[in-house]
């Protein structure tokens, strides 16, 4: 254990004091960020918990507009969630890759994980603009506030999730798979994971339910 030692100025009796200080050395406790990530989580999980419930609030809150039976396009959502579950797949072959020390192949597979986040992106924005287009936009009716709000946060996090992404492969590109990046891409692959069953129950509380009722 490494002895430190600080010397301050003279105190009033003209004497100066010598401090002493222990460093263990031990400043990164073994998995101590993915447990902090998981923390950051959980704490996420709140706040799709409140959107979700505003969600049940306001969601029949029509207001003489149009119902998500209405607006809703099942089958482009379907693709879209295909997108995004598939993207959790490849997502786990990059994850395999990393384990076996594969650069190149977890670089490749992480790739196609943010094309096909990109797509998702991409479908839920075009979703957006055809919705405010025909005059469906979060001001008509209570039940779209609640509805670009709750999908519009998560497709954020898809979008940070993207960034995310593409700035671990330039560190694996350039430093290659060391500890740290490793514990890195654990910790984006459960933030991806963690979208992934949001979206599920946005699937199925939103839409799905929405183009049943």
Request: contains cysteine; proline residues 2%; charged residues 10%.
């Amino acid at each position: 254990m490494p002895d430190l030692t600080a010397t301050l100025a003279p105190g009033g009796a003209g004497e100066a004091q010598t401090l002493r200080f222990y460093d263990s050395g031990e400043h990164h406790p073994e998995n101590g960020t993915l447990l902090g990530f998981w923390i950051y989580l959980m704490s996420d999980s709140l706040v799709f918990a409140c959107l979700f419930a505003a969600y049940g609030v306001l969601g029949r809150n029509y207001a003489t507009g149009p119902t998500g039976a209405e607006i809703f396009d099942l089958r482009l959502v379907a693709v879209n969630t295909s997108l995004l579950l598939l993207s959790s797949i490849t997502y786990g072959f990059a994850v395999i890759a990393m384990t076996r020390k594969r650069a190149g192949a977890t670089l490749a597979w992480l790739a196609i994980t943010g094309v096909l986040g990109c797509a998702f992106v991409g479908i839920e924005l075009h979703e957006f603009a055809s919705l405010i287009r025909e005059g469906n936009g979060p001001q008509r009716s209570a039940f779209l506030s609640s509805f670009f709000t709750l999908v519009g946060t998560h497709g954020l996090h898809v979008t940070f999730g993207i960034i995310w992404l593409v700035t671990l492969m330039s560190q694996v590109a350039k430093l290659g798979l060391i500890a740290a990046n490793c514990r890195r891409l654990m910790c984006l692959s459960m933030f991806w994971h963690f979208l992934d069953v949001i979206w599920i129950g946005v699937f199925t509380f939103v839409y799905l339910m929405g183009t049943l009722q």
